[in-house]
């Protein structure tokens, strides 16, 4: 069983970045492979990176790839998010997610264990 603790969000303006953080507890967190999920006002939540137990492979949803990067620390136990080139869509409470090992990082479904979120919102 893994903890999730997202932390991080926060207000920034259209162009900005941010980078956010999720610290976990409990055992094996090097051997799960992690993500972030968003979900925005009246949406539905989405899985928009992963990154695999040993940092590779990733995978980035197309909504944010070559602006986000998805990073583990595996010693710190912390997943982080940077953010750059954020845009008022972007604005949602963001969510850290464990998915035991065997399972892919880009199946929304792999992923058991959640934190309590973190709200980004980008202002124009």
């Known amino acids: 069983q893994v903890q999730l603790v997202e932390s991080g969000g926060g207000l920034v303006q259209a162009g900005g970045s941010l980078r956010i953080s999720c610290v976990a507890s409990?055992?094996?967190?090097?051997?799960?492979?992690m993500g972030w999920f968003r979900q925005a006002p009246g949406k539905e939540r989405e899985l928009i990176t992963g990154?695999?137990?040993?940092?590779?492979?990733?995978y980035y949803a197309d909504s944010v790839k070559g602006r986000f990067t998805i990073s583990r620390d595996d010693a710190k136990k912390l997943v982080y998010l940077q953010m750059n080139s954020l845009t008022p869509e972007d604005t949602a409470v963001y969510y850290c997610?464990?998915?035991?090992?065997?399972?892919?990082?880009?199946?929304?479904?792999?992923?058991?264990?959640w934190g309590q979120g973190t709200q980004v919102t980008v202002s124009s």
């Open positions: 997610a464990a998915a035991p090992a065997g399972w892919s990082i880009s199946s929304s479904f792999a992923y058991e264990h």
């Open positions: 409990g055992r094996a967190f090097s051997t799960y492979g």
């Open positions: 990154i695999s137990a040993g940092g590779t492979p990733t």
